[in-house]
């Protein structure tokens, strides 16, 4: 069993900054890509930024300059940096990872369970 565990989010004011982070666990042989997405209400999820194995980041327009993603491969583990954050970050952020379990050959994706951010005006 895979299970993706995230932790940060909160509440903070327009201009602040939050971190999240997410650590993959349970039978695994190796993980692919890994990123966030995010979902406000009464809109679709989007991605926010991801990463692959080589460390190429892709980002969301709305986001770049602010977020920063990372990822510390030995410990499963990918981090999400969200600075000078804004009214319109307020969504629930979902990690997402591409991950090959232990004895497949092929990737399954596998979502946490997701954290409110909520950035106060």
């Known amino acids: 069993q895979v299970q993706l565990v995230e932790s940060g989010g909160g509440l903070v004011q327009a201009g602040g900054s939050l971190s999240l982070s997410c650590a993959a666990s349970?039978?695994?042989?190796?993980?692919?890509?890994m990123g966030w997405y995010r979902q406000a209400p009464g809109k679709q999820r989007e991605l926010v930024a991801s990463?692959?194995?080589?460390?190429?980041?892709n980002y969301a327009d709305s986001v770049k300059g602010r977020f920063t993603i990372s990822r510390d491969h030995d410990k499963n583990t990918v981090y999400l940096q969200m600075n000078s954050l804004r009214a319109e970050d307020t969504a629930v952020y979902y990690c997402?990872?591409?991950?090959?379990?232990?004895?497949?050959?092929?990737?399954?994706?596998?979502w946490g369970q997701g954290t409110q951010v909520t950035v106060s005006s």
């Open positions: 349970g039978s695994i042989f190796r993980i692919n890509a």
């Open positions: 990463t692959t194995t080589g460390g190429s980041t």
């Open positions: 997402n990872a591409a991950i090959v379990p232990r004895f497949r050959v092929t990737p399954s994706n596998y």
